[in-house]
């Protein structure tokens, strides 16, 4: 999936935006009617200039429109803004859906070299039935019965 920089950008000012609680709550009245930015900051307990700063940031992102009407700023928000981050949603779930199930086909699979006998038969090993291990510390077969000090036995 090729994604443009421009896009990027995009989708981060949007989750920035709704990674807060207000600005959430914010879009949310703003979708349902058109507010003034004092009748927002009449609704949280925080100061008209906070409430501005958040307004700000969701516009930033496209999720609300402001239009000044006399001395007023209205508020809209904006459902095209909230779809797009949706679709940005529903692209990220289908990469992680795509992860699991190769996830899932690599765990299926016991044996992913195709080229390796399926069911390997240990009776049938020479270097088994030779009675000789693999010791990993220093890469080389031994024997058991050469390798024992006569005291051993």
């Known amino acids: 999936m090729v994604v443009r920089q421009e896009s990027v950008e995009r989708a981060d ?8 609680a207000t600005r959430r709550e914010i879009v949310a009245l703003t979708l ?4 003034s930015v004092s009748d927002l ?9 906070a409430v501005q ?3 700000a940031v969701l516009e ?8 000044r009407r006399g001395r007023e700023q209205r508020v809209r928000g904006s459902a095209d803004s909230l779809r797009e981050a949706h679709r940005l949603l529903d692209q990220l779930a289908d990469v992680w859906r795509g992860r699991i199930d190769r996830i899932g086909t690599i ?5 992913p070299d195709p080229d390796s006998d399926p069911d390997p038969d240990p009776v049938s090993d020479p270097i ?20 024992r000090r006569p005291e051993e036995s």
């Open 13 to 20: 000012r949007i989750f920035h935006a709704l990674a807060d």
């Open 32 to 35: 349902a009617g058109e507010y």
């Open 41 to 49: 900051a009449r609704r949280f307990p925080m100061s008209f200039a």
């Open 53 to 55: 700063k958040h307004v």
């Open 60 to 67: 930033q992102a496209g999720l609300v429109t402001k239009e």
């Open 107 to 111: 765990l299926a699979d016991p044996d």
């Open 128 to 147: 088994a039935d030779a009675g000789a291990h693999f010791d990993p510390r220093d890469g080389k077969e031994h024997c058991h019965d050469r390798d």
